[in-house]
């Protein structure tokens, strides 16, 4: 495997939205649209330079792909969501990168915890020590259990 010369961005088919929210937490700018037609697919990812990921056998026949203008890696069929997320890593030598909003992709921003008061459950403030901001969707987002078990299993799967 050669080293990685860039940090691809990623368009996961209709069937890969599970991968997708995955790729996020591992750092990685995916798009997922749901119900996506393939040819809409296929355009949209050209235009903004992603890379496809696909479980679709026949897609990787388009012109569009054979002939290199879309790059795209076909993702085996019956892995778990964790086991694509690691044949992606491995296949494209991928390295885990600082977190993104796993529900659009966008980059997060570390708030002062004092700035989260108003709008995170008051649980969620007692209890967690960081927070941030999604800068796309602007979702406040905390590192509460949900992501530790997330944080934990992208580590063991660096690992
Ligand atoms: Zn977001």
């Not at 790729?23 to 649209?33: E, I, K, N, S, V």
């Not at 915890?113 to 960081?130: S, T, V």
Request: net charge positive; aromatic share 8%.
């Amino acid at each position: 495997m050669t080293e990685p010369r860039e940090q691809p961005a990623f368009y996961c088919d209709a069937m890969l939205g599970g991968l997708a929210r995955w790729l996020r937490a591992a750092g990685y700018d995916a798009r997922y649209d749901y119900g996506i037609d393939d040819s809409v697919l296929l355009q949209r990812a050209r235009d903004e330079g992603r890379l496809i990921l696909s479980s679709d056998g026949p897609l990787f026949m388009r012109k569009i792909i054979k002939q290199g203008t879309v790059r795209a890696l076909f993702v085996p069929r019956g892995m778990s969501r964790l086991g694509q997320l690691h044949f992606v890593m491995k296949s494209l030598n991928l390295r885990l990168l600082r977190p993104r909003c796993m529900a659009c992709g966008g980059e997060l921003a570390e708030l002062q915890k004092h700035e989260a008061i108003d709008e995170a459950p008051p649980l969620a403030y007692k209890r967690c020590g960081r927070f941030w901001r999604c800068l796309r969707c602007g979702r406040l987002l905390w590192n509460g259990t949900h992501w530790k078990r997330v944080e934990q299993k992208l580590l063991e799967l660096a690992g």
